[in-house]
């Protein structure tokens, strides 16, 4: 008879693997059952450890030893509340006829053996690739370690790092493909990976594949994600499940992947104000185009401007890397545009992201700049002819009071502004030109 498994060591790997529990749950009860169920059984482990605290030590078991008897245990909780609803609704239910057998409840024996071949296809992959890409990635997701320290521990570039990372991906991700019949990679087929590979994870306690593989999957699989789209004219404020928090501009598009050692987003359009709760063992990343911001607790703005990337520190200190690998340190009341064609200079700033209170601050800001930040409020498109694309735009704005400001900008600009219609159907476009 097996030694029995300590509560503290349940109560560990309970706490490394609740969101894997969750889903794992969820495909038998739902999610809203699933978290309810998850939570009962924490309870349950919580209150027979302080009941063991009095007694002899247990032998504490290894992860390996735990993490199959918590998904028996879950296994267990998930039939007995089908069984216990099953009843509840044959109560009820004058359509089920006395003595007719419930539907079977046991685990799908199909799925559990076809997630296994898709850890064997995954760890067919990665055996395939060279050396040091292989191990550069198992780094990369097990250990976390930042490409600068494995551009370093291998003698090359941080490029050549992601390069090999984003390699093993695709690699993985093929094999994934050749498991679940995909031709090829769409937005859609992504998903449905995700989904699949979060139950793969599910089932982690079955002991399909080698431990470094499920370690990587553990570092590689997201334990949060949210994408989070605004549109003209709003903003959006995101609590996040760390305590961080995101103010995503109008029009804007931002996409956030919590890991088990790093917490990620992209700024893919727009600006975002982010409120970063400290947390050493994971970092904050935020990626916007070939510029990437690195912090582990402070309060700063990113904004895509046209070819440009622009970080301003309101509180803390922030580390910014281009795509060049350069790197600058921001510290608060700091700001700094990066973009093609222009000299990169840590300059100081008095506001950091005005728009959340409803304002715009330009300081020498080309015409055309202008236009496109005002098209995020504006209910009317703007067009902003060639010709005066390039005339700077001095002062503070109230959002609020764009379209009357757009109006009289021929007072301080060389400009006229007119209301033209553009083509059937499209409505009528502000359009700036140049006065002659």
Known sequence: MPAPVSSSSLLSTFQDSYHELVRFVARRTGPQAARDLVHDA??????????????????????????????????????????????????FDSSVREGEPPSPLSPDVADTHSYRQALAEVEGALSQLPARCREIFLADRIEGASHAELAARHGVSVKTVEREVMRAMDSVEAALRRWRGDAAASSASRKGRRRALSSLLGLAGLGAGSAAIWQAWRQWMPQYQIRLTTATGRMLNQPLPDGSSLTLDAASRAEVDFYATCRQ???????????????????????????????????????????????????????????????????????????????????????????????????????????????????????????????????????????????????????????????????RTLVIRRRS
């Open 42 to 91: 924490w309870i349950r482990l919580a209150e027979r450890q302080r009941g063991e605290s009095d007694a002899p030590a247990a032998p504490d078991h290894s992860p390996s030893t735990s993490r199959p008897y918590l998904y028996v245990v879950m296994e267990n909780i998930a039939i007995d509340h089908l069984r216990h609803g099953r009843r509840t609704a044959e109560r």
């Open 265 to 427: 987003v992209r700024l893919l359009a727009g600006s975002a104000f982010f409120a970063v709760a400290r947390d050493t063992e994971r970092p904050f990343v935020v990626q916007a185009a070939d510029v990437q911001v690195t912090v582990l607790g402070t309060r700063f703005e990113v904004a895509l401007e046209g070819d440009a990337v622009l970080v301003a520190v309101d509180a803390g200190r922030v580390q910014v890397r281009d795509g060049s690998g350069a790197q600058y340190e921001l510290g608060a009341g700091q700001m700094l545009r990066l973009g093609a064609g222009q000299t990169a200079a840590v300059q100081t700033t008095a506001t950091v992201a005005a728009w959340r209170e409803g304002w715009l601050d330009f300081q020498n800001t080309p015409l055309a700049d202008v236009a496109r930040r005002l098209e995020r409020y504006s209910p009317q498109p703007l067009r902003v002819e060639p010709d005066a694309a390039a005339l700077p735009v001095l002062g503070r704005m109230r959002i609020a009071a764009a379209q009357g400001w757009l109006r009289m900008l021929p007072r301080t600009l060389p400009v006229s502004v007119q209301e033209e219609e553009q083509g059937p159907g499209t409505g």
